[in-house]
């Protein structure tokens, strides 16, 4: 018996480092870059630890880890919300793709949350909402009262324009521009919080 369940575990354990090698990529994400800490608030917070797809493609709404084009070595992370020949327009912190966007389905609980915006030094009264957008449902923060600029702008060919989920403080392709499509990888569930072991898909 001994010897048997031995060899399960070996088993596993040759499964998950496979699995780890060619599909999957463990992350945590880093709390050492404010900027992107408030970006990707609410979806994430620094320390939890996601699951990566590799060699993934990506689709709209899905959230999207994709190199620092200004960082080298570092990540970004936002939602893939519009691709090749697409265009993106921003009006009131509401994104639009082709001329489209999705009502926000409902307000958060709770529905006004207070972040630090790192590059101000302030703190910030800012609205969540969860959005509908394909076949995915995620919560986003905007600001009504002082919302960022109107921008339009059209993806160009092998690339996906990211936005993040927090869109006053972001982190995304308003600031860096669109970005290539495949260096980007899918991230699919966060295994854990700090403090606490719980399975949610991402995306």
Known sequence: MAKFLAWVLGMAAVAALALYELVLDVWVVPA????????????????????VARHSTLDHGYLA???DPDAPGRFVVA??????????????????VDGHHTPA???CDPADVVVHDPTSGNDLTLACEVEEYGEVNFSVQRSFANPRA??????????????????????DSRDFGDVDARA???VLFRVAKPGELALALLW
């Open 79 to 96: 939602r893939a919300i519009a691709k090749a020949g697409e265009t993106v327009t921003f009006d009131g912190e509401i994104v639009n």
């Open 184 to 186: 980007c990888e899918h």
């Open 150 to 171: 109107a921008q339009k702008r059209t993806v160009d060919a092998g690339r996906w324009f990211l936005v993040s989920d927090d869109r006053h403080v972001h982190l």
């Open 65 to 67: 880890r994709c190199p």
């Open 105 to 107: 389905a409902r307000r």
């Open 32 to 51: 050492d870059d404010p900027l992107l800490t408030a970006s990707v608030a609410p979806t994430l917070s620094p320390g939890d630890v996601v699951l």
